[in-house]
Protein backbone atom coordinates (compact mmCIF):
# COMPACT_ATOMS: atom_id res chain seq x y z
CA UNK A 1 0.00 0.00 0.00
CA UNK A 2 2.18 2.65 -1.18
CA UNK A 3 1.11 6.49 -0.53
CA UNK A 4 1.47 8.59 -3.32
CA UNK A 5 3.33 11.90 -2.40
CA UNK A 6 0.16 13.81 -2.96
CA UNK A 7 -2.02 11.82 -0.37
CA UNK A 8 1.08 12.56 1.99
CA UNK A 9 0.83 15.84 1.34
CA UNK A 10 -2.85 15.52 2.34
CA UNK A 11 -2.35 14.06 5.32
CA UNK A 12 0.57 16.16 6.48
CA UNK A 13 -1.49 18.98 5.82
CA UNK A 14 -5.02 17.83 7.48
CA UNK A 15 -5.10 20.59 10.20
CA UNK A 16 -3.90 23.82 10.43
CA UNK A 17 -1.68 25.03 13.01
CA UNK A 18 -3.28 27.43 15.35
CA UNK A 19 -0.39 29.10 16.67
CA UNK A 20 -1.53 32.66 18.80
CA UNK A 21 2.18 34.40 17.68
CA UNK A 22 4.07 33.09 14.71
CA UNK A 23 6.57 30.69 16.18
CA UNK A 24 10.59 31.05 15.60
CA UNK A 25 11.84 28.92 12.33
CA UNK A 26 12.20 25.19 13.21
CA UNK A 27 13.78 22.19 11.42
CA UNK A 28 11.07 20.04 10.17
CA UNK A 29 10.62 16.93 12.17
CA UNK A 30 10.65 13.92 9.25
CA UNK A 31 8.56 10.83 10.51
CA UNK A 32 8.74 7.67 8.56
CA UNK A 33 6.34 5.23 8.22
CA UNK A 34 6.32 1.65 7.19
CA UNK A 35 5.09 0.60 3.54
CA UNK A 36 2.90 -2.52 3.18
CA UNK A 37 2.03 -3.65 -0.06
CA UNK A 38 -1.00 -5.48 1.26
CA UNK A 39 -4.06 -3.49 1.20
CA UNK A 40 -5.11 -2.94 5.37
CA UNK A 41 -7.57 -0.68 6.73
CA UNK A 42 -6.10 -0.55 10.31
CA UNK A 43 -3.05 0.76 8.64
CA UNK A 44 -4.79 3.19 6.24
CA UNK A 45 -6.72 4.58 9.57
CA UNK A 46 -3.43 4.15 11.37
CA UNK A 47 -0.94 6.59 9.16
CA UNK A 48 -4.18 9.20 8.80
CA UNK A 49 -4.46 9.21 13.12
CA UNK A 50 -0.53 9.76 12.86
CA UNK A 51 -0.36 12.60 10.62
CA UNK A 52 -3.48 13.80 12.73
CA UNK A 53 -1.46 13.76 15.85
CA UNK A 54 1.18 15.52 14.68
CA UNK A 55 -0.11 18.04 13.29
CA UNK A 56 -2.86 18.65 15.76
CA UNK A 57 0.71 18.61 18.23
CA UNK A 58 2.75 21.24 15.64
CA UNK A 59 2.31 24.17 17.87
CA UNK A 60 4.19 22.86 20.51
CA UNK A 61 6.29 20.75 18.58
CA UNK A 62 7.17 22.30 15.36
CA UNK A 63 6.75 21.22 11.88
CA UNK A 64 6.95 17.61 10.41
CA UNK A 65 6.96 15.68 6.90
CA UNK A 66 5.77 12.08 7.00
CA UNK A 67 7.80 10.17 4.32
CA UNK A 68 6.92 6.10 3.60
CA UNK A 69 9.58 3.16 3.59
CA UNK A 70 10.46 2.55 -0.19
CA UNK A 71 10.21 -1.41 0.48
CA UNK A 72 7.70 -3.22 2.65
CA UNK A 73 8.91 -4.99 5.84
CA UNK A 74 7.60 -7.96 8.11
CA UNK A 75 6.34 -6.53 11.49
CA UNK A 76 9.99 -8.27 13.33
CA UNK A 77 11.50 -6.26 10.44
CA UNK A 78 9.99 -3.16 11.53
CA UNK A 79 11.31 -3.17 15.39
CA UNK A 80 15.41 -3.25 13.80
CA UNK A 81 14.27 -0.71 12.16
CA UNK A 82 13.43 0.98 15.00
CA UNK A 83 16.39 0.63 16.32
CA UNK A 84 19.18 3.31 16.61
CA UNK A 85 20.58 4.07 13.53
CA UNK A 86 17.55 2.25 11.71
CA UNK A 87 15.43 3.23 8.48
CA UNK A 88 12.44 3.97 10.60
CA UNK A 89 10.64 6.77 13.00
CA UNK A 90 6.96 4.94 13.66
CA UNK A 91 5.54 1.18 13.55
CA UNK A 92 2.47 -0.64 14.59
CA UNK A 93 2.43 -3.74 17.06
CA UNK A 94 0.72 -4.97 19.41
CA UNK A 95 2.58 -4.85 22.71
CA UNK A 96 5.46 -8.25 23.71
CA UNK A 97 8.02 -8.36 25.79
CA UNK A 98 10.42 -7.91 22.70
CA UNK A 99 8.69 -4.91 21.70
CA UNK A 100 8.77 -3.38 24.96
CA UNK A 101 12.22 -3.84 25.64
CA UNK A 102 13.60 -3.10 22.59
CA UNK A 103 11.39 -0.38 21.75
CA UNK A 104 9.60 2.56 23.53
CA UNK A 105 5.69 2.23 23.04
CA UNK A 106 3.56 5.39 23.25
CA UNK A 107 0.95 4.14 25.74
CA UNK A 108 -2.48 4.74 23.86
CA UNK A 109 -4.61 2.22 22.24
CA UNK A 110 -5.02 3.87 18.78
CA UNK A 111 -7.34 1.00 18.08
CA UNK A 112 -10.10 1.54 20.96
CA UNK A 113 -9.09 -2.22 21.93
CA UNK A 114 -11.52 -3.32 19.04
CA UNK A 115 -8.28 -5.43 18.06
CA UNK A 116 -9.01 -7.66 21.31
CA UNK A 117 -11.54 -9.67 19.34
CA UNK A 118 -10.08 -11.95 17.30
CA UNK A 119 -12.39 -13.83 14.90
CA UNK A 120 -11.63 -16.58 12.37
CA UNK A 121 -11.66 -17.36 9.11
CA UNK A 122 -12.31 -20.69 8.11
CA UNK A 123 -13.46 -23.35 4.81
CA UNK A 124 -16.68 -23.99 4.41
CA UNK A 125 -16.26 -28.05 4.05
CA UNK A 126 -15.55 -27.30 8.29
CA UNK A 127 -18.77 -26.02 9.17
CA UNK A 128 -20.05 -28.69 10.90
CA UNK A 129 -16.50 -28.49 13.23
CA UNK A 130 -17.42 -25.17 13.91
CA UNK A 131 -21.19 -25.87 14.04
CA UNK A 132 -20.03 -27.96 17.56
CA UNK A 133 -18.19 -25.00 19.00
CA UNK A 134 -20.13 -24.59 22.18
CA UNK A 135 -17.45 -24.13 24.90
CA UNK A 136 -13.95 -22.96 25.13
CA UNK A 137 -12.87 -26.34 25.55
CA UNK A 138 -14.58 -27.63 21.68
CA UNK A 139 -12.25 -24.37 20.36
CA UNK A 140 -9.16 -26.03 21.70
CA UNK A 141 -9.40 -29.21 19.75
CA UNK A 142 -9.20 -27.24 16.23
CA UNK A 143 -5.96 -25.93 15.67
CA UNK A 144 -5.46 -22.27 15.00
CA UNK A 145 -3.55 -20.79 12.22
CA UNK A 146 -0.40 -18.18 12.83
CA UNK A 147 2.20 -16.58 11.27
CA UNK A 148 5.63 -16.44 12.84
CA UNK A 149 6.06 -13.05 15.57
CA UNK A 150 2.41 -12.67 15.64
CA UNK A 151 1.57 -11.54 19.24
CA UNK A 152 -1.60 -13.90 19.61
CA UNK A 153 0.67 -16.64 19.31
CA UNK A 154 1.76 -16.96 23.20
CA UNK A 155 -1.84 -16.01 24.43
CA UNK A 156 -3.01 -19.06 22.68
CA UNK A 157 -0.66 -21.27 23.63
CA UNK A 158 -0.41 -20.61 27.16
CA UNK A 159 -4.25 -21.19 27.08
CA UNK A 160 -3.44 -24.40 25.90
CA UNK A 161 -4.81 -24.17 22.07
CA UNK A 162 -3.51 -25.82 19.25
CA UNK A 163 -1.57 -23.36 17.44
CA UNK A 164 -0.26 -24.27 13.58
CA UNK A 165 2.85 -21.94 12.71
CA UNK A 166 2.67 -21.28 9.39
CA UNK A 167 4.68 -19.15 7.06
CA UNK A 168 3.99 -15.15 5.83
CA UNK A 169 0.76 -13.81 5.53
CA UNK A 170 0.22 -14.95 2.26
CA UNK A 171 0.80 -18.27 2.09
CA UNK A 172 -1.78 -18.38 5.74
CA UNK A 173 -4.88 -18.58 3.34
CA UNK A 174 -3.59 -21.51 1.44
CA UNK A 175 -2.78 -23.61 4.19
CA UNK A 176 -5.84 -23.37 5.71
CA UNK A 177 -7.74 -24.20 2.25
CA UNK A 178 -5.48 -27.59 2.03
CA UNK A 179 -6.22 -28.34 5.73
CA UNK A 180 -2.91 -27.39 7.68
CA UNK A 181 -5.33 -26.16 10.23
CA UNK A 182 -9.34 -25.73 10.91
CA UNK A 183 -9.03 -21.76 11.23
CA UNK A 184 -6.79 -18.75 10.72
CA UNK A 185 -6.86 -16.18 13.61
CA UNK A 186 -7.69 -12.69 12.45
CA UNK A 187 -8.77 -9.77 13.97
CA UNK A 188 -12.74 -8.36 13.88
CA UNK A 189 -11.58 -5.59 11.47
CA UNK A 190 -9.42 -7.73 9.59
CA UNK A 191 -11.53 -10.72 8.71
CA UNK A 192 -14.33 -8.97 5.69
CA UNK A 193 -11.09 -7.21 4.08
CA UNK A 194 -9.19 -10.60 3.70
CA UNK A 195 -12.51 -12.46 3.01
CA UNK A 196 -13.67 -9.88 -0.16
CA UNK A 197 -9.91 -10.36 -1.51
CA UNK A 198 -9.76 -14.24 -1.87
CA UNK A 199 -12.93 -15.27 -1.92
CA UNK A 200 -13.02 -15.21 -5.83
CA UNK A 201 -9.58 -18.16 -5.90
CA UNK A 202 -10.81 -19.58 -2.63
CA UNK A 203 -15.34 -20.04 -3.00
CA UNK A 204 -14.76 -22.18 -0.06
CA UNK A 205 -13.16 -19.52 2.42
CA UNK A 206 -15.71 -18.14 4.94
CA UNK A 207 -15.97 -15.69 8.10
CA UNK A 208 -16.97 -17.97 11.21
CA UNK A 209 -18.76 -14.91 12.95
CA UNK A 210 -20.83 -16.92 15.85
CA UNK A 211 -18.06 -17.44 18.08
CA UNK A 212 -15.27 -14.93 18.65
CA UNK A 213 -12.13 -14.92 21.29
CA UNK A 214 -11.62 -11.95 22.95
CA UNK A 215 -7.99 -11.44 24.68
CA UNK A 216 -6.94 -7.48 25.56
CA UNK A 217 -4.62 -6.46 22.67
CA UNK A 218 -3.44 -2.98 22.18
CA UNK A 219 -2.65 -1.26 19.67
CA UNK A 220 0.38 1.19 19.91
CA UNK A 221 2.55 2.98 18.43
CA UNK A 222 5.87 2.34 18.77
CA UNK A 223 9.35 4.52 18.00
CA UNK A 224 13.09 4.37 18.81
CA UNK A 225 14.56 4.61 22.53
CA UNK A 226 16.17 7.10 21.60
CA UNK A 227 13.50 9.36 20.25
CA UNK A 228 11.35 9.79 23.81
CA UNK A 229 10.44 13.64 22.78
CA UNK A 230 8.86 11.77 19.32
CA UNK A 231 6.79 9.70 21.63
CA UNK A 232 5.89 12.23 24.05
CA UNK A 233 4.56 14.24 20.98
CA UNK A 234 2.61 11.44 19.66
CA UNK A 235 0.98 10.99 22.72
CA UNK A 236 0.55 14.61 23.25
CA UNK A 237 -1.48 14.65 19.35
CA UNK A 238 -3.36 11.66 20.17
CA UNK A 239 -4.96 13.09 23.51
CA UNK A 240 -6.46 15.90 21.51
CA UNK A 241 -7.44 14.16 18.80
CA UNK A 242 -9.57 12.38 21.33
CA UNK A 243 -10.83 15.25 23.36
CA UNK A 244 -11.55 16.87 20.03
CA UNK A 245 -13.61 14.30 18.60
CA UNK A 246 -11.64 13.79 15.48
CA UNK A 247 -10.35 10.45 16.77
CA UNK A 248 -13.78 8.81 16.82
CA UNK A 249 -15.15 10.38 13.92
CA UNK A 250 -11.86 9.06 11.71
CA UNK A 251 -12.31 5.41 13.73
CA UNK A 252 -15.70 4.90 12.90
CA UNK A 253 -15.11 5.87 9.03
CA UNK A 254 -12.85 2.70 9.05
CA UNK A 255 -14.28 0.80 11.31
CA UNK A 256 -18.16 0.83 10.73
CA UNK A 257 -18.37 -2.89 9.65
CA UNK A 258 -16.37 -4.45 11.89
CA UNK A 259 -18.32 -2.78 14.93
CA UNK A 260 -21.45 -4.69 13.08
CA UNK A 261 -20.15 -8.31 13.55
CA UNK A 262 -19.54 -7.84 17.36
CA UNK A 263 -23.66 -7.36 17.20
CA UNK A 264 -24.56 -10.69 16.44
CA UNK A 265 -27.45 -12.04 19.30
CA UNK A 266 -25.61 -15.37 19.47
CA UNK A 267 -21.99 -14.33 19.52
CA UNK A 268 -20.24 -16.51 22.39
CA UNK A 269 -17.03 -14.96 23.28
CA UNK A 270 -14.43 -16.90 24.89
CA UNK A 271 -12.18 -14.64 26.99
CA UNK A 272 -8.37 -15.57 27.57
CA UNK A 273 -5.75 -13.55 29.40
CA UNK A 274 -3.04 -11.97 27.15
CA UNK A 275 0.26 -13.13 28.92
CA UNK A 276 2.16 -10.60 26.65
CA UNK A 277 1.09 -8.05 28.93
CA UNK A 278 -0.28 -7.26 32.48
CA UNK A 279 -3.53 -6.06 33.52
CA UNK A 280 -2.47 -2.57 34.33
CA UNK A 281 -2.11 -2.04 30.56
CA UNK A 282 -6.14 -2.39 30.42
CA UNK A 283 -6.37 -0.10 33.19
CA UNK A 284 -4.15 2.48 31.97
CA UNK A 285 -5.66 2.62 28.52
CA UNK A 286 -9.62 2.32 30.09
CA UNK A 287 -10.70 6.40 29.49
CA UNK A 288 -9.70 5.61 25.97
CA UNK A 289 -11.64 2.43 24.87
CA UNK A 290 -14.76 1.17 23.33
CA UNK A 291 -17.50 0.10 25.57
CA UNK A 292 -17.54 -3.43 24.04
CA UNK A 293 -14.15 -4.11 25.17
CA UNK A 294 -14.61 -2.75 29.04
CA UNK A 295 -17.61 -5.05 28.95
CA UNK A 296 -15.93 -7.95 27.63
CA UNK A 297 -12.81 -7.66 29.77
CA UNK A 298 -14.94 -7.04 32.85
CA UNK A 299 -17.77 -9.29 32.32
CA UNK A 300 -16.58 -13.06 33.11
CA UNK A 301 -13.57 -14.83 34.00
CA UNK A 302 -10.96 -16.39 31.50
CA UNK A 303 -12.26 -18.73 29.86
CA UNK A 304 -15.95 -19.06 30.13
CA UNK A 305 -18.34 -17.11 27.10
CA UNK A 306 -21.31 -15.18 27.06
CA UNK A 307 -23.57 -14.26 23.99
CA UNK A 308 -23.85 -10.96 23.18
Known amino acids: MRLLPALLLALAGALPCQAAT ?15 EREAPHRVYADRLLALALSLSSDRYGPYRLEQQKQ ?17 SVAVAMPSAEWLERA ?14 RFFLGSKANQPLYDGVHHIEDLKRLSIGQSPGWSTIKPLQDSGFRVGIGGAHATLIPML ?45 FVARDQPRLAE ?7 LAHASGKLD ?10 LALLKHRQLKVFRIPNTNIDPGFFQRDRPFLLDA ?4 ELSAAPGTAGAR
Open 22 to 36: PPAPAAVQVVTIPYM
Open 72 to 88: ESVIRRQLLELEPGGTL
Open 104 to 117: RAVRFPLMKGLSSF
Open 177 to 221: QSGRFQLLMRSVFEVGPELQAHQRQQPDLMIVDDFTVFTYMPMYY
Open 233 to 239: RIEYGLK
Open 249 to 258: RLFVQYFGAS
Open 293 to 296: VIAA
